[in-house]
Each structure stands twice: as C-alpha cells, then as structure tokens.
C-alpha cells in the first residue's frame, strides 16, 4: 500500500497530537497496560492505513475515538469468545476423561489436587511410560533432576492418598511405583 506524499507527516502530526488523550480513554477502559497498549497500536495502525479518512484538526481526535471504541469492543468479544472456548474446553476434557476402575476415584482426587508440575512429571512417567532421561528432555532439565522430581512428585501423592513410608515401601519392593 502505497500513501501520498506527506502522508507520513501528517500521521505524525496527528500521532503526536492525539496520543495522550486517545491513551487516557483506552487506559481508562482496560484492564492491563498490555491491553492498553494493543488498543493503541491497533488504533493508530488503522489510522495510517487509512490516513487519507482522518479528517482534518480536532475531528481527527474524535475519528480516533471511534476507532479506538471499535478496537476496544472487538478486543472484548475476542476475550468473551476466549473465556467461553476455554469452558467448553474444560467441560469437554472433563467428559472426555477416561473413567478409572470403580474405587479409583480417590486416586485420579488425589492426582487432580497436585501441582501442575507434579501431574506432568507423574503423567510423563505413569501414562506415556517414559523413563528419568526422556523425562529430562521433555521437561528441559537433566535425567538427575526428572528423577528427582518424579521422586518428589510420587511422594506427594502418596500423601495425598494417605499412604505411609511403610506402604510406599512395600509397594516399591513389589516393583510397584506409584
């Protein structure tokens, strides 16, 4: 896309004129500097695309005002779509979710209650059988520390399950983990 001349002197002009007021009436309007700060990018963005449909002096801050109201609802709906995918997500991931052996249900209580770390360093053993070193490279850590979080991980949940030192014990002689 190609502008007119002068065209960028003229965006500047209303840039450095306008941002101030047309900043206050997003941040007053949003939630985080982030947001803030995408409402502001995406607002003067439309303004140089369509440079030529500013209008001329203080009707130009109005211009931007419209466009900044527009930014800022499109940015809610966008959250509102977010949030309601996220909750379809969740309830479907939750339906989705295998049923264990009756009498089990404490155990899958007891592995939702754990840190999220922890369910992945357990899942990454218990569920995709994967040993200390490839658990190393899945999480970006050495094969010493994946033990070591497993470790740590697999007592925690026995805690959880109220399992003793004794019963962790015997189940390890087993050849049981956890």
Partial sequence: MTHPPGARDRF????NAHYPAIHQYAARRTDSPEDTADVMSETFLTAWRRIA???????ARLWLY????????NQRRGQSRRAGLAERLKD??????????????H????????PARDREVLALACWEGLTGPEIGKVLGCTAT??????????????????LTEEDQAIAELRGESL
């Fill in 53 to 59: 449909d500013v209008p001329e002096g203080e009707a």
């Fill in 145 to 162: 520390a994946a033990r070591i979080r497993l470790h740590r991980a697999r007592k925690r949940l026995a805690k959880a399950l109220g």
């Fill in 92 to 105: 479907a991931s939750s339906a989705a979710r295998p049923s264990g052996p009756d009498g089990l249900d």
């Fill in 107 to 114: 155990v899958r209580e007891a592995f939702d209650d754990l």
């Fill in 12 to 15: 500047e002009a209303i840039y």
């Fill in 66 to 73: 419209g466009v900044a109201r527009r930014v800022l609802a």
